[in-house]
């Protein structure tokens, strides 16, 4: 189960990732909350697949998931913010 969603999360946030780079630019927030949305979107991408291929063989990890779960999260406030900022 967790190898399957490791690998999956790797292409998927790998690839949201990507269109969220490309879409930050025309949110009307600070250069900071950009960085910091940027930077929480990297937390997720990296330690997503990390922290489900360690679940995978140590179920002690999965206390860990919240992690980049919540980092994923808050980039997606901190863009939701800046496209109600915007328009």
């Known amino acids: 189960r ?3 969603l490791a690998h ?3 292409m998927a946030l790998s690839l949201t990732n ?3 780079g ?7 927030l600070s250069l900071i909350a950009k ?12 330690f997503m697949p990390i922290i489900c291929l360690f679940s995978m063989c140590n ?7 919240f992690i980049p779960a919540l980092a994923f999260a808050f ?4 863009m939701g913010l800046g496209q109600l900022k915007r328009g």
């Open 59 to 65: 179920n002690f990890f999965q206390f860990f998931f």
């Open 8 to 10: 999956i999360s790797f």
């Open 35 to 46: 960085k910091i949305g940027s930077y929480s979107m990297i937390i997720a991408a990296v």
């Open 22 to 28: 490309l879409c930050i630019d025309s949110a009307n």
């Open 75 to 78: 980039a997606v406030f901190i």
């Open 2 to 4: 967790f190898l399957r």
């Open 18 to 20: 990507v269109l969220y």
